[in-house]
């Protein structure tokens, strides 16, 4: 059975931050891939400071439960949204923004410059990396992380030593990406730039970040190898099959997580095409007609 996540609506996490869940359960990917995918309690959003302005990371989806916790804590805390900071552009991060609006409407909402074009909200102003923003008791500093989503920003918390991952790192299981170089280069220099707390985007807390973001990536190099063997011997535990020369990612899926359920192979086969596209970058693979990859030293069998 999956392992379910179990989160308060509205919870404080420190002297300077709540978190307010979106309200939108949803499934990740765990990261034993013997393990099923896990439910999570939707999109976290992070209410921080201590005075009367208050600095908002995320809006979920617009469920109307979010809107109403958020009024409920805001009343409680006496306080009003200042500024909303968008981690990026997808639709559970993004779709409350009027709910926001409408509960504090002089709020005024930030996104990433780089954001997609066709994903730029009315009247948003631009994050720019490095930029800092300021309310009592809390200073954010941006950081352009890409990997997750080409636009993703994660925001360093100075006065805890922590950051705001967004979607680059999780509180249970792993994230999905669209370039893996990128992605790569973003987790370093996530973990380089705090040894406190990460705040996630989606599920509880992350205790230490650094530990958490270098678990990441000796994941992904996990993934790597496993893929570099399986096009050099045919199979994981170093037996050769010299007559097989070309993989598809589905079969090379179909090799490294066999103890996962077929119907995951094609969502695990997306990320397998990272790890072959970057080792095509690194001149490693070759990509043929057909779908088929090889090691780049390798003749094609065909």
């Known amino acids: 059975m999956a392992q379910l996540v179990t989160l308060p609506e509205v919870e404080r996490l420190s002297a300077s931050v709540i978190r307010i869940l979106g309200g939108n359960p949803g499934k990740v990917a765990p990261t034993n891939p013997t393990q099923p995918l896990q439910l999570l309690i939707g999109t976290n959003t992070y209410l921080i400071g201590r005075g009367e302005q208050r600095i908002l990371i995320d809006t979920g989806e617009g469920k109307p439960t979010w809107g109403k916790c958020l009024e409920s804590v805001l009343s409680e805390e006496k306080a009003t949204v200042y500024q909303a900071l968008l981690t990026h552009w997808h639709g559970d991060h993004v779709k409350g923004v009027s709910d926001l609006l409408r509960i504090c409407p ?102 230490k970040a650094s530990a958490r973001i270098s678990e990441y990536i000796q994941h992904r190099q ?35 997580y066999r103890d996962v359920p077929e119907s995951l192979h094609l969502p695990a086969s ?15 693979t070759v990509h043929e007609e057909g779908g088929s990859w090889r090691l780049s030293g390798e003749k094609s069998a065909l």
């Open 222 to 256: 996990q993934r790597e190898e496993e893929v570099l063997r399986v096009l050099r011997d045919g199979r994981l535990d170093g037996e050769a099959s010299p007559e097989r020369k070309g993989w598809t990612p589905l079969e090379l899926v179909k090799k490294i």
């Open 270 to 284: 997306h990320g397998v095409l990272q790890v072959l596209m970057k080792l095509e970058g690194e001149g490693q």
């Open 106 to 207: 002089q709020a005024q909402v930030f996104k990433s410059q780089i954001q997609p074009d066709e994903h730029e909200g009315q009247g948003q102003r631009d994050i720019l990396d490095g930029q800092v923003f300021k309310v009592d008791g809390v200073t954010l500093v941006a950081s352009h992380t890409p990997g997750h989503t080409v636009d993703h920003m994660a925001f360093v918390f100075e006065e805890e030593d922590a950051i705001f991952t967004g979607d680059n790192v999780l509180g249970q299981g792993t994230a999905v990406f669209e370039d893996l170089p990128i992605y790569l280069s973003s987790l370093h220099r996530m973990r380089d730039r705090v040894t406190g707390r990460g705040y996630p985007g989606h599920g509880a807390v992350i205790e």
